[in-house]
């Protein structure tokens, strides 16, 4: 028999969770969700989706400016793991930790090696996630908040 979209969503976002994608604090937006803001996870992402773009395009010039500023580097890649927290968008989080590391030491190939991994995670859990709010549309009105309640 085959399973509802809402049994689907539900074993994504444990497959997202086990797989260190997504953290706690996507679950706890997810109880924001009710009747009168029914979609205010799938805003939130979309939303970091949008302004990320800008903060990666900004890392981006700055790691090939010569010489590279590190604390510019720093602080733009600190708004960006800030923002990452905000959606749990764990693995994100943890490469731009590695980043920061790189940083601080003034690594500025370990900056770009890793760059290319924050941008490869950003780029991964934004596929999931469309995916995911894909089976909640499918799911019905508020089925994303109520999913694994």
């Known amino acids: 028999m085959d399973k509802n ?27 924001l969700e009710d009747d009168d803001n029914p979609n205010f996870v799938e805003e939130m992402v979309t939303t970091f989706y949008a302004n990320s ?3 990666l ?3 981006e010039q700055a790691l090939g400016s010569r010489p590279i500023d590190f604390t ?3 602080d733009s890649m600190h708004q960006f793991k800030g923002s990452s927290s905000s959606i749990g968008a764990s693995r994100v989080k ?12 003034a690594n500025a190939e370990g900056c770009i090696r890793t760059f290319r991994e924050v941008k490869q995670e950003h780029a991964s859990l934004k596929t999931k996630l469309e995916d995911y709010f894909k089976l909640a549309r ?6 994303g908040g109520q999913a694994g309640r």
């Open 72 to 74: 510019k580097l720093d």
């Open 57 to 59: 395009q900004n890392i």
């Open 138 to 143: 499918q799911g019905g009105p508020s089925a």
């Open 53 to 55: 773009a800008r903060l």
């Open 5 to 31: 979209p809402l049994q689907h969503q539900l074993d994504m976002k444990r497959s997202l969770l086990d797989q260190g994608y997504l953290d706690e604090q996507f679950i706890q937006l997810e109880e």
């Open 94 to 105: 943890k490469e731009c930790t590695l980043f920061m590391e790189y940083c601080e030491a």
